[in-house]
């Protein structure tokens, strides 16, 4: 028999089948609200999707691979050398070489332009893909590396260089547009060095790390590059030449779909741009970044998690390549592990998951697509909306561009403190013990935002805080902030409450004194004294707490209990229970940034 045709001896599963199966699982509870989830576009991502039409996608200039950068950072420029060298000799294939002062350096960088021979010693330009990571220093560090690259006697219109100039970027990260050339003027004067490639870029990191959402990202994208696009033809440049000039950088998160289909939708959509030009749509030079906002400096090692699905999704989705930031970034400055676990999560995906071998392995997907095409509408009513604002610099200089992603960080803070959006080792399963990790020099303190700017947030840091904070008690007074868990009656009943209790407060540096469980008050009682803590957390079912929550409570309120928790909602008890003295709920959905907070204060000596 030919097991090719198997499938046809079965009769195929419908979606009123499915439905029918997944009602009974869910007993009545609603569907919408239990299985589609929102995105803070507000676009609908459901749990199942029908088989769609593959439609042509623009794609990369050549199939093949995408390219693995990785960046040079290091503030010595000889430090910075031998660490690039080893990343090309393990396998990169293009370098980042960021500059101090530029948003993306995080308090490093290489100390000026001048400092790039030293850093690129040795590295064969010719062999290599090649990005600036500069700021505002920009155009002097474009002119150093092209001369560079000349005096070694390096064809410029061969190269693979990204200039990475984005006075758009600037302006977003220092509240000011930089004092440059114009834009037309840059352009000449890089060509009339021989360079052809691209000079520019429209870089969407400045406000995805003050919160845009997927489609704002990509609407300021596209008026960025757009804004380039229009200044390059009023200064003399023809259109044709002035795409090709451009490139572009987009955020890769950990969610697999919208990063996908977001990379997908930026094709798309600067493809309907050229054509609204006049232009044939071409391909597009696509670099992506793992989130900086998405690294945690609590249980770093879960970022490597996090950086392996973003640079999955932004393959799949199409980029051409792809920086992942160490697992230590947020710690300080990456040493070599660091940046080799960076650069082999990369060759993982590409030689031995062979990813790179589909051009588009979303097409026809019914839940990538229907996401790409939700994203390009989403984002081109945005991009609308921004150029009715007077342009991305227009809306820069009158707030209203912040004022949009302040109102999407409200949401996203109160999803973070409610852990609706839970970032894992940080806000869910903390690791208060974990053991330090290595960097080559610890990160400098964040400076302050300047006035008109948008800030640079990771969505981690309320939670560090109350760590650090925690940290910081530990230091003065030799003992954590803790907390007494009241476990009532056998571990069946106070099992499931007692984990989410300990995993909540230690998300804050609380540590949680935990036990067997008590079917005596008394014994319940004189353990709580023991402990040494103000603070007391009832565990167990909601059978156990009708019975003994209210004695329970009173008893810990009389060994001395300042402060009482109950896990769980309270219900027909509540208004017993706070007479016997539990003043907070903790729950799913509790606002648990502030709760421990008050805890901290409550239980420090």
Request: charged share 20%; aromatic share 6%; glycine share 8%.
């Amino acid at each position: 028999m030919d097991d090719t045709t198997l499938a046809t001896a079965f009769p195929a599963a419908t979606e009123v089948q499915w439905r029918a199966l997944v009602d009974g699982v869910l007993k009545g509870a609603d569907f919408e609200k239990r299985l589609v989830r929102p995105t803070p576009d507000g676009i609908a991502v459901r749990p199942l999707y029908p088989p769609a039409e593959a439609v042509p996608q623009p794609g990369r200039a050549a199939p093949g691979r995408w390219r693995v950068s990785q960046r040079v950072d290091h503030p010595e420029p000889a430090e910075a050398n031998a660490l690039a060298l080893t990343d090309l000799e393990g396998g990169a294939d293009a370098l980042t070489l960021v500059l101090a002062g530029a948003p993306a350096a995080r308090g490093f960088g290489l100390p000026d332009p001048h400092a790039l021979e030293a850093a690129l010693a040795g590295v064969m330009l010719p062999l290599i893909g090649l990005r600036l990571d500069a700021g505002a220093a920009g155009p002097e560090a474009a002119t150093a590396l092209l001369a560079l690259a000349k005096a070694r006697g390096d064809d410029l219109s061969t190269l693979d260089i990204d200039l990475g100039l984005d006075p758009v970027a600037v302006q977003a990260a220092t509240g000011a547009a930089p004092s440059w050339p114009d834009l037309a003027d840059l352009l000449r004067q890089v060509e009339a060095q021989g360079f052809a490639g691209r000079a520019f870029l429209a870089d969407a990191r400045p406000f995805h790390e003050a919160g845009a959402s997927e489609a704002l990202e990509l609407a300021a994208v596209l008026s960025g590059a757009l804004a380039t696009l229009r200044a390059l033809e009023a200064g003399g440049h023809d259109l044709e030449r002035a795409r090709t000039a451009l490139a572009f950088l987009l955020v890769a998160e950990s969610d697999e779909f919208l990063t996908v289909a977001k990379v997908r939708a930026l094709r798309r959509l600067w493809a309907r741009v050229e054509e609204s030009c006049g232009l044939t749509p071409a391909p597009i030079r696509l670099h992506a970044e793992t989130a900086w906002r998405s690294t945690t400096r609590r249980d770093p090692w879960v970022n490597m998690l996090r950086a392996t699905t973003a640079a999955f999704s932004a393959g799949l989705g199409g980029a051409d390549a792809i920086t992942v930031l160490p697992f230590t970034a947020a710690l300080g400055l990456p040493d070599a592990f660091a940046r080799r676990c960076a650069r082999n999560t990369q060759h993982v995906l590409l030689d031995e998951a062979n990813l790179w071998r589909v051009a588009d392995p979303a097409a026809g997907a019914g839940g990538f697509e229907a996401l790409t095409d939700a994203l390009c509408a989403q984002a081109w009513t945005l991009f609308q909306t921004i150029e009715r604002d007077g342009g991305i610099a227009g809306s820069l200089r009158s707030g209203a561009l912040a004022e949009r992603l302040a109102g999407l960080r409200k949401t996203r803070d109160a999803d973070l403190a409610t852990r609706r959006q839970p970032i894992t080792g940080t806000s869910e399963f903390p690791d208060l013990h974990e053991a330090p990790v290595a960097v080559l020099s610890p990160a400098p303190a964040a400076p302050a935002v300047p006035e008109g700017a948008l800030p640079s947030r990771r969505l981690a840091e309320p939670y560090e805080a109350l760590r650090d904070a925690s940290d910081a008690i530990v230091e003065r007074t030799g003992r954590r902030p803790r907390v007494f868990l009241a476990n009532l009656g056998a571990l069946s009943a106070f099992n499931t409450r007692a984990t989410f209790a300990r995993n909540a407060f230690e998300a804050g540096g609380i540590e949680a004194v935990t036990n067997e469980g008590f079917a005596d008050h008394a014994a319940m009682a004189e353990a709580f004294r023991e402990s040494g803590t103000p603070l007391a957390c009832l565990c167990s079912s909601d059978a156990v707490y009708a019975d003994q929550a209210v004695p329970a409570a009173e008893a810990l309120r009389a060994a001395g209990a300042t402060t009482i928790y109950l896990a769980g909602r309270p219900g027909d008890l509540e208004a017993a229970l706070r007479a016997a003295g539990v003043a907070h709920d903790l729950y799913a959905g509790c606002d648990l940034v502030t709760l421990l907070g008050q805890a901290q204060a409550a239980a420090t000596p």
